[in-house]
């Protein structure tokens, strides 16, 4: 079956057609066929398109809306100039899988989309008001654009740490706010999280079951999850992904006095605190000079830049913070797997959160580590480490067309 998966965000459509289906998924043996970004949905939109194997196009057209850059996306596919094997009609389009940030309490798995589904995910909106808006979007688009005959499955970021119990769940507040609410830790990154957890049992030949792990995403990003026996049992984003680690403009943990002690002495709005607080803080602002790990560590390193060696420190021992937390709450794990941008191509910042946790049997052999990178997949612990350290990147569109075939042919999911 050839996958269109979709994942919208307020302003940008992302995009991946990928041919799977069970007997792929079973050899691994599935394709990505072509892929692609359209950025600034509204108005002069910038538009990346790429099939496997060929140059990257780039292109700059006016789009009104989320479903104008679907039309142009499924128009491109079909159009002779992208000659995608395998998809000249519409009708090489077997299926659509939305990545949706916010399922709620209710979706706990994939799920076919119908009305029901659809009135269900506008009830997480008030959870996910940026996000579950234009995964929204994005659903009502294809299905008016590709027909009632194409199925479509939705994939939720939360679903994956639905198995979390309430010891990790809950916050330590008034009760009957989670009650009226729905206010709890719900976590994020959950399709990123279970695919390395899956990959990382395909690599060590273990069952699901067997799957005891600590899985770092590093990325613009970041969080981490405790998986126990193959189950998410904890995880650092929160009620929002503002929680837990420092990310490129997130702060990450903090104490919630601060918003008012803010607001009183800056004279902010506690909406401009909260965007602050996501789109100002982590290594932005530590750093004042950017969110990107790449350019902190030249920084560093080129003009010996304070603030950014501060900035890189406090990110990589909240990493260190939580690995902690995690050993013990888990009572011990395997392995420590880093994924996501960061996690997956900066073997110094691996080696800074990794430093003088020998005491937990976690030490890196530099060889290795310093190979792993640019999408190389493997152990970069030295040999005495008991508990290892592996690097695998990140594949969320795979897991989502994946999850979309096993949907579509109604078969229980099998990671
Ligand atoms: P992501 O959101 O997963 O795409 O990750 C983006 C982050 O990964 C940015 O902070 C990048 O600077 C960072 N990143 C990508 N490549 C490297 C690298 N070679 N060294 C350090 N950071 C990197």
């Known amino acids: 079956m050839n996958i269109l998966v979709l994942n919208c965000g307020s302003s940008s459509v992302k995009f991946q057609i990928i041919e799977t289906d069970l007997d792929l998924i079973e050899k691994n043996a599935d394709k990505r066929l072509a892929g692609g ?47 995608i094997s395998n998809i000249n009609s519409l009708a090489g389009i077997h299926a659509v899988g939305h990545r949706v940030v916010h399922g709620g309490e209710k979706f706990t798995r994939s799920v076919m989309i119908d009305d029901a589904v659809i009135s269900q995910i506008e009830d997480s909106i008030e959870l996910a008001p940026l996000h579950n808006p234009a995964n929204l979007k994005g659903i009502h688009a294809a299905r008016e654009l590709l027909g009632p005959g194409v199925p479509q499955v939705a994939v939720f970021d939360t679903a994956f740490h639905s198995t979390m119990p309430e010891t990790s769940y809950l916050y330590a507040i008034p009760y009957q706010l989670y009650r009226r609410h729905r206010i709890r830790r719900y976590g994020f990154h959950g399709t990123s999280h279970r695919y390395v957890a899956y990959r990382y049992r395909q690599i060590m ?39 837990g680690l420092v990310m490129g403009t997130r702060g990450g943990d903090m104490d919630p006095s601060l918003i008012e002690f803010i607001r009183n002495k800056e004279g902010m709005t506690v909406r401009e605190i ?52 995690y050993l013990a709450e888990m009572g011990g794990a395997d392995a420590v ?43 970069i612990s030295s040999s005495g480490a008991t508990l290892k350290a592996l690097v695998i990147p990140t594949n969320e569109e795979l897991l989502i067309a994946r999850d979309t075939v096993r949907t579509v042919k109604n078969v229980p999911r099998r990671w």
Not at 286 to 309: F, I, P, Y
Not at 366 to 379: D, L, Q
Request: hydrophobic share 35%; proline share 2%.
């Open 37 to 83: 970004l359209i950025e600034r949905v509204v108005g002069q939109a910038l538009i990346t398109l790429e099939v496997e194997g060929q140059a990257k196009i780039r292109r700059a057209e006016p789009l009104r809306d989320h479903r104008d850059a679907i039309d142009y996306i499924l128009r491109w596919m079909i159009s002779p100039d992208s000659k």
């Open 337 to 379: 797997v880093f994924t996501g941008g960061i996690g997956e191509n900066s073997a110094a910042i691996r080696e800074r959160i990794c430093d003088g946790l020998e005491c937990i049997r976690l030490g890196l052999d530099k060889k290795k580590n310093s190979a792993t990178i640019n999408g190389k997949e493997g152990e």
């Open 205 to 243: 030949g273990l069952k699901r079951e067997e799957t005891n792990i600590i899985t770092l995403h590093l990325g613009n990003g970041c969080s981490a999850c405790a998986i126990k026996n193959g189950n998410s049992m904890d995880t650092s984003m929160g009620f929002t992904p503002l929680e």
């Open 274 to 325: 909260d965007t602050m607080l996501n789109k100002q803080s982590g290594l932005l602002g530590v750093s004042g000079l950017t969110n990107d790990m790449r350019e902190l560590l030249d920084e560093e390193a080129e003009k010996q830049d304070r603030r950014a060696r501060l900035a890189i420190d406090i990110f990589c021992m909240r990493v260190k913070k939580y690995i902690g937390a």
